[in-house]
Nanobody
């Protein structure tokens, strides 16, 4: 499975960006993680493609929306109300395993990773 992410770029604080991630093969759970400069990679959100069950990190809850295109292996991360602290390289991840929601945030559960796309939010 290969993952191709797009949509990163520059936004002002309070603005919006939309990321997308297309998977070349079958996946069950897809997620986004991010890594800011000098920090460890952290969980952002993930969803189960079969039923849309979604988990968000507390830091993005209410601002980010993760959705899927049921007809294609593509997911979308709508990021609204962006803050400077959202600045990071965002990585799309996926697994064919049928994870329980409590495992969505665990990086080790994901078998496939995209190359990352940079999101920069200016104050």
């Amino acid at each position: 499975v290969q993952l191709q992410a797009s949509g990163g770029g520059l936004a002002q604080a309070g603005g919006s960006l939309r990321l997308s991630c297309a998977a070349s093969g079958r996946t069950n759970v897809m997620g986004w993680f991010r890594q800011a400069l000098g920090k460890e990679r952290e969980f952002v959100t993930a969803l189960r493609r079969s039923d849309g069950s979604t988990l968000y990190a507390d830091s993005v809850k209410g601002r980010f929306t993760f959705s899927r295109d049921k007809s294609k292996s593509t997911v979308f991360l709508q990021m609204n109300g962006l803050k400077p602290e959202d600045t990071a390289v965002y990585y799309c991840a996926a697994t064919s395993a049928n994870l329980i929601m409590s495992a969505f945030a665990q990086q080790r559960q994901y078998d496939y990773w995209g190359p990352g796309t940079l999101v920069t939010v200016s104050s």
